[in-house]
DNA sequence: TCCAGATGTGATACCGATACCATACATTGT
DNA sequence: ACAATGTATGGTATCGGTATCACATCTGGA
């Protein structure tokens, strides 16, 4: 690994002036260049950023913290970040929390410790210490598709609230009423947003709210299958619908209705939110956020934060939800159905 | 952002005693490591990699370079790799090429500069010239799932020819005789292998290669999609099965034969190299690869290089892969078949 | 002719952590 | 009593690149 020494002894310079040739700074003699960058090209020289970071204090470099990698949402959100910071010249590390907190303390120690110039980060936990610990050692954060109750801090999210209440409005205009909520640990803010959608939607209809059709679980298929499984053995009458909080609980569901022989629409019911981009065939209606954007637009704040043409604050970036109609719900014929309360 | 002289000073020592407090390395008497720890507290003092990396010339970094951050193939194997470096205490930076071997050296060129310890690539376009130039530099690599000609490196992949083959064969002995090939470039190795195990299959049969039911496009749904949509159009006559050689030309291949009304495998049987996890509900037979054992030895290889516990050389690590039945074939009638020609 | 400014190059110090050597005192053995 | 060793701490240089200041040399205008 030849550095700037060498070049600069090869080309027979100072090492200052073969800096000066990198970066196009000061003046150099036509001669001068065309030695040490003949030096370059001999060496294969690659200057080494570890000493620049060192000595700009800044590293290029920003901290990408999602819950789930496997999951295309997340993956997709990755790519708006990556396509954003490209611009910038910003170098995006991807770190999967899994939606553990201490995985998340893991990474967000090293990346402390490496000089992150700022953070992307997902909260796993919903923890408000995390952001807060960010945000005194100076780093910039801009928070994803969560919130963090108590902590002053700009955030990027979806509509869970509205998206969940279009979903189960589109359910009760088609004559459900008992409707399954799968979701999942109201720790995390998403998951107390659709339940708040689902319940105002119920509430304008009139219909009590049963906590026997509410399940928590986590955002995963093997989790969705097993609530699926409990809820159509367990909830009595059985539910005309199932409404999912997250893409991957609805694969479970419908894998566990296809293990059970309930075939949806005609036996019941799906809606789910988010997209299910890999669906063999995708049928179910969802609410789909906008992954991409979001990441996008989330990656364009905190980069002008760290720039500083923006100061950090406490906005709440709120992007709308799709309804997508598809097929995966059946109308219900009419029996003696309460109007809704308008 | 204090720095070690900071907490020197607030405890009224030498920063090489507060180096050494920290390292716990050398003599410390109790009361100075007391102090010293109660400064490192009292100011969050948070250690500076860079500066160490710089010093030790390692970064405890490695990059994983994968294709497409989208399929849940690379995830699974990038996990893999996450645990393989837990263990041995080094951080992976993911990167994501999308095929794109610009994007590629871009990185490879960042990376380089940020002195990234070991490489484990998936190389993109298939040129050896990628592999040799971080080589040239001395830092490690590893390649994943393809193989690269010309060039001396350890590889780690799957037993793409033994899959195909027995894929192929599979469909052989239920009768078809007609098999669509929908691939992606032969560029990649993994492609021409896959197609080598299906004229392997098929020679066995006595089948003449036909090229005209071998398609190439890229490994994508979309152009799974259009793939097929095209061979429904233009093969006659049809071809009886298909064979995808991964999951996503495999679901672009289901969703076009949804749309034409062809049913699978009523009308048509598929197969497919790579397992399909989000698959609402997975009824395709396939080549199961074994992603995460593919990313966790590749990991602990390049790990091991790094150490010098081994030295680089030319291993070829070809892992398994495993058949799985499902649902997405049928036996065809016997029509006056030829028996395979062993 | 002489000086102001442009042009061209280098020496030194610094970013933050730590290896190496030096120093100083305490303890032990002979 | 004195060397040998153990204990405890600090000064300095170093990793690789670059800002700052210093110092030449050259050019053009009064």
Redesign the pocket.
Known sequence: ?P???DVAKKA??????V??V??N????????RRKVEQAIAELEYV??S???S??F?KTNMIALMVSDITNPFWTTLTRGVEDACMGGGMNVILCNTDENAEKQENYINVLLQRQTDGFLLVPAGGEPAVVKRIQKRGVPVVVIDRQVPGVEVDIVRSDSEGGAYTLTRHLLERGHRRIALLSFSISISTARQRQAGYEKALAEYGVAIDPGLIRHGRPRGDSGYMMTMEAMASMNPRPTAIFTANNFIAIGALNALHDLGIRVPEEISVVSFDEMPYATEPFVTVAAQAPYELGMSAAQMLMSIISGEEAPGNRDIVLPVELIERRSVMTLPMVAQAAPEE
């Open positions: 690994m550095t700037m020494r027979g310079v100072a090492p200052i002036t800096s000066r990198i970066n700074s000061g003046y150099i003699r036509e001669e001068t200057p080494n570890l000493s620049q060192l000595r204090k």
